[in-house]
T-cell receptor, first 116, second 114 residues
């Protein structure tokens, strides 16, 4: 089945620094990837939709200058949290859709970001 | 605007005690309904996609059903390892072109006690 790999799984960074999270589709081409943020015991909040070769579409209220998304190839999308602050600490998850078979939407394993 | 509501928010069952989780939805147009399992600190794991009323799908102790307004996830004789948060979502099934986003419910946290 479709596999989405997300790295790193955990990262701790100092306030003011930037952190990059990678999301790769391992065995299929994902023209579209999605980035979510999840707060404790809450559901997934869509941050942005990332289309290969074009600018990401951000949801209302998501700062595009803080959360930089790049989707340079059919198998890789990155989310960079710039000038991170403690309030950016959260669980970030990516997903991708595989065309054709009943893969549904496949999710990465998530990245726990802690800003200290 | 698509809306998805899950109930109950939390459910505690004894091992072997069957039950059902509910997902009610309001959508416009053709949609697929997706069920996921999420373990703490992990991304959601795909379980099922349902496309039309009357459709049913099964996987081990889980069976998902779909009507025009809601979906049920039936858990038969659950085991402690079935403990997780179960999420449902609605969205278009992608057959061609760019995928579009899913709308998620808030999830049901299931705890199965030994």
């Amino acid at each position: 089945g479709a596999v989405v790999s997300q790295h790193p799984s955990r990262v701790i960074c100092k306030s003011g620094t930037s952190v990059k999270i990678e999301c790769r589709s391992l065995d299929f081409q994902a023209t579209t990837m999605f980035w979510y943020r999840q707060f404790p015991k809450k559901s997934l909040m869509l941050m942005a939709t990332s289309n290969e070769g074009s600018k990401a579409t951000y949801e209302q209220g998501v700062e595009k200058d803080k959360f930089l998304i790049n989707h340079a190839s059919l198998t890789l999308s990155t989310l960079t949290v710039t000038s991170a602050h403690p309030e950016d600490s959260s669980f970030y998850i990516c997903s991708a859709s595989a065309q054709g078979e009943d893969y549904g939407y496949t999710f990465g394993s998530g990245t726990r970001l802690t800003v200290v | 605007e698509d809306q998805v509501t899950q109930s109950p928010e939390a459910l505690r069952l004894q091992e072997g005690e069957s039950s059902s989780l509910n997902c009610s939805y309001t959508v416009s147009g053709l949609r697929g309904l997706f069920w996921y399992r999420q373990d703490p600190g992990k991304g959601p794991e795909f379980l099922f996609t349902l496309y039309s009323a009357g459709e049913e799908k099964e996987k081990e102790r889980l069976k998902a059903t779909l009507t025009k307004k809601e979906s049920f996830l039936h858990i038969t004789a659950p085991k402690p390892e079935d403990s997780a948060t179960y999420l449902c979502a609605v969205g278009p099934f992608r057959t061609s072109g760019s995928a579009r986003q899913l709308t998620f419910g808030s999830g049901t946290q299931l705890t199965v006690l030994p």
